[in-house]
């Protein structure tokens, strides 16, 4: 199969502050594929450009995630202006926010987006996915919490089948069990419901359904497990129709909690091909886990995935090198540079702003300075730095100097700015740079090119 490219670090030295790299700090992976919190991915490609909608962490939040790119591995992040709670909600929406978006497109050039405010699914439109999105359905929701209160009316995904019938695949539990999947075909139109929706629960689901066609065979793909620990996992099932009924395949679940390889709780994934290979983009739990406090924190990544035209699916290994087709092989890592500075434990040094590894960030020591210092090692013209921050919807106060010796220091750039990567421009010759953060603030890298 085909693997994520794998980049060498960036070179960095240790500091009295850093320990030993530990096992998931690793430069043989490229996962997570984005630079923050976010969840339950859909993905789809229109003009050149990469979208991938997304909830945002910690447990959803008033708007969508929309991460752009145009090679697959450098991502800018963005807001859409629908959905929000504000402009999706109706008086049984509750306090919950938004999350779970599906995207797709018709035959004939319509986007659809399906995504969960609460316990109810709404749908919107746009001519394209950048948007702009709007209500679709009269502002009202597309399947509504009454629909059955004995279950969680989420995670919708449509599928459209090779003749251009849409489908709408939806449903979870409440507490963590007794989940069940709900399917209807929609009109033409693709809010009206043609006919009556049929409950196809497969063995072991839970939520996030998602449908592939193999060959002659429907393949229904879900979640079972709990999001929140270490139990969440992929399973599928295979039918004749897209009602099924299905039958759980002898290898699921093919996606599960793989220590060996410090993956926890994948799952709510979308699967999509570039270049005639498959991949899987689902979420899994930030690292360290588990995470202080109450927080839900997961991250995106990517994987390929073999499916065969029985509808069987090989097993994934997740989080693993290599060469993605259609993806760019490598991410802009810009200049290579030595960090220096404290940070707020071993696992949080300033190496870790430099090492391509989303999977760590540089935070700086409670109380000590909030700066992180980049040797470029010789004298240099440098144009710009790229600065992913751990929250891409806060906004942060940058302020970026530079010195010939590191010991006199001239301001070259500063802002307060929202958004990943946030770009602070500085046209100058400098060997060192000087980047100050917020206290407490995460730096997953720091691009300077």
């Not at 093919?254 to 290979?277: E, K, M």
């Amino acid at each position: 199969m085909i693997r994520i490219a794998l980049l060498a670090a960036a070179a960095t030295v240790l500091t009295a502050a850093d320990a030993p790299a530990p096992r998931w700090d690793a430069a043989s992976t490229r996962n997570p594929l984005l630079p923050g919190y976010f969840a339950d991915p859909s993905i789809v490609h229109d003009e050149g450009r990469w979208y991938i909608f997304a909830t945002i962490d910690p447990w959803g939040d008033d708007r969508l995630a929309l991460w752009t790119s145009t090679n697959g591995r450098d991502w800018r992040f963005s807001t859409p202006a629908w959905p929000t709670k504000a402009a999706a909600s109706s008086p049984s929406s509750g306090d919950s926010k938004v999350w779970a978006p599906s995207v797709v497109k018709t035959r004939d050039g319509r986007w659809f987006m399906y995504v969960s405010v609460g316990s109810e699914i709404w749908v919107g439109t746009a001519p394209s996915p950048a948007g702009p999105w709007r209500d679709a359905h009269g502002g009202k929701p597309l399947i509504a919490k009454a629909f059955d209160p004995r279950y969680h009316m989420i995670d919708a995904e449509a599928f459209i089948d090779d003749d251009g019938q849409a489908y709408l695949y939806w449903g979870s539990g409440l507490n963590w069990t007794n989940g069940h999947c709900f399917v209807v075909k929609l009109k033409p139109d693709m809010v009206t419901f043609d006919g009556t929706p049929k409950d196809v629960t497969p063995p072991q689901y839970f939520e996030a359904p998602f449908m592939v066609r193999a060959g002659k065979h429907y393949v229904l793909t879900y979640s079972d497990g709990k999001t929140t620990e270490d139990t969440y996992k992929v399973r599928y099932a295979i039918g004749d129709t897209p009602f099924g009924p299905f039958r759980e395949a002898a290898n699921s679940p093919i996606l599960s909690t793989d220590r060996a390889h410090d993956v926890i709780s994948p799952g709510h994934h979308a699967i999509f091909r570039s270049n005639g290979q498959a991949y899987i983009l689902y979420h899994r739990q930030g690292l360290p886990f588990p995470q202080a406090g109450d927080a839900v924190l997961r991250q995106v990544a990517v994987d390929p995935l073999t499916i065969h035209d029985d509808g069987t699916i090989a097993t994934v290994l997740p989080g693993q090198g290599g060469a993605v087709a259609g993806f760019a092989a490598r991410r802009d890592a810009g200049l290579r540079w030595t960090a220096r500075g404290a940070g707020a434990d071993a696992l949080h040094g300033p190496v870790r702003a430099a090492d391509d590894n989303y999977a760590t960030l540089w935070r700086p020591r409670p109380g000590g300075p909030a700066t992180l210092v980049a040797d470029l090692g010789t004298a240099r013209t440098v144009r710009e730095s790229l600065v992913r921050m751990e929250y891409p919807i806060r906004r942060y106060a940058l302020s970026i100097e530079a010195s010939a010796d590191s010991r006199t220091w001239r301001r070259v750039a500063q802002t307060t700015a929202s958004g990943s990567p946030i770009v602070l421009h500085h046209a100058a010759p400098t060997r060192y740079l000087r980047l100050t953060v917020p206290s407490g603030a995460g730096v997953w890298e720091w691009t300077i090119r």
